[in-house]
C-alpha cells in the first residue's frame, strides 16, 4: 500500500515563507500532487511533480525528492487567504488513482 | 463548463436507509472517483472508474455501490446507512492521459446518518 505524512498544523506571519513536508511510503508512482482546501470548501488542485525537482507556479512551488521519498509544498508572501488545509497525494501506478495524506492546516497570522 | 456537480448539499438519514448521492461533469473526463473525509482527516478513495461500463473499489468501499453507465454521471450508493458513514462526501474526475494528473473535485455533500 501506500502511506503518507504530514505535519498536522503549521503557522506563519503574512509576508513570510512556509514550507509543508510530505514524505511517502510506496512501491511505485507517477508523481505527487499538492492540494488546497479552505474550510468548509472542495479541494482545488496546486501543484504536481512527476519528475525530482521544483515546479514553480506563482507564489507556490513544490519539490520531489524519489529518493528521499519525500516532497514539500513552498508557500512565498503569505497571504491570509492563504490559511487553508494542504494535502498531499500520491499518484498510484494502477489506474492512476491517488492516495492522500492527512493534510496540514496552515494558519496565517497578521 | 459547469464543471464537477454533486447533490445534494446536505443529507441526514437514519440508520437503516439508502440513498444515491449524485455526480456529474461536463468535461469529457474519463476517471472519476469518489472519497469520503472525515473531520481532521484526508480524502480516502471509495470507489472509482477509467471509463463507463468501468467501476473498482479504492480503500473503503464496504457499504457504497458505484455504476457508470454514461461518461458525465458517476452515482453512489449508500446501501444501509449506519452512522459510521457521516462524513463529507466529494466526487472528482480527471483527464486520464494528463501530465498533471489534475483532479476537480465538486463541491460535496454532507451526509449526517442518525
Known amino acids: 500500500g501506500q502511506s503518507l505524512e504530514q505535519p498536522s498544523e503549521v503557522t506563519a506571519v503574512e509576508g513570510a515563507i512556509v514550507q509543508i513536508n510530505c514524505t511517502y511510503q510506496t512501491s511505485g508512482f507517477y508523481g505527487l500532487s499538492w492540494y488546497q482546501q479552505h474550510d468548509g470548501g472542495a479541494p482545488t488542485f496546486l501543484s504536481y511533480n512527476a519528475l525530482d525537482g521544483l515546479e514553480e507556479t506563482g507564489r507556490f512551488s513544490s519539490f520531489l525528492s524519489r529518493s528521499d521519498s519525500y516532497g514539500y509544498l513552498l508557500l512565498q508572501e503569505l497571504q491570509m487567504k492563504d490559511s487553508a488545509s494542504y494535502f498531499c497525494a500520491l499518484q498510484n501506478t494502477n489506474a492512476g488513482k491517488s492516495t492522500f495524506g492527512d493534510g496540514t492546516t496552515l494558519t496565517v497570522k497578521p | 463548463n459547469a464543471g464537477v456537480t454533486q447533490t445534494p448539499k446536505f443529507q441526514v438519514l437514519k440508520t437503516g436507509q439508502s440513498m444515491t448521492l449524485q455526480c456529474a461533469q461536463d468535461?469529457?473526463?474519463?476517471?472519476m472517483s469518489w472519497y469520503r473525509q472525515d473531520p481532521g482527516m484526508g480524502l480516502r478513495l471509495i470507489h472509482y472508474?477509467?471509463?463507463?461500463?468501468?467501476?473498482d473499489q479504492g480503500e473503503v468501499p464496504n457499504g457504497y455501490n458505484v455504476s457508470r453507465s454514461t461518461t458525465e454521471d458517476f452515482p453512489l450508493r449508500l446501501l444501509s446507512a449506519a452512522p459510521s458513514q457521516t462524513s463529507v462526501y466529494f466526487c472528482a474526475s480527471k483527464r486520464l492521459a494528463e501530465s498533471t494528473d489534475t483532479q476537480y473535485f465538486g463541491p460535496g455533500t454532507r451526509l449526517t446518518v442518525l
Open positions: 468535461m469529457n473526463h474519463e476517471y
Open positions: 472508474s477509467v471509463g463507463a461500463g468501468i467501476t
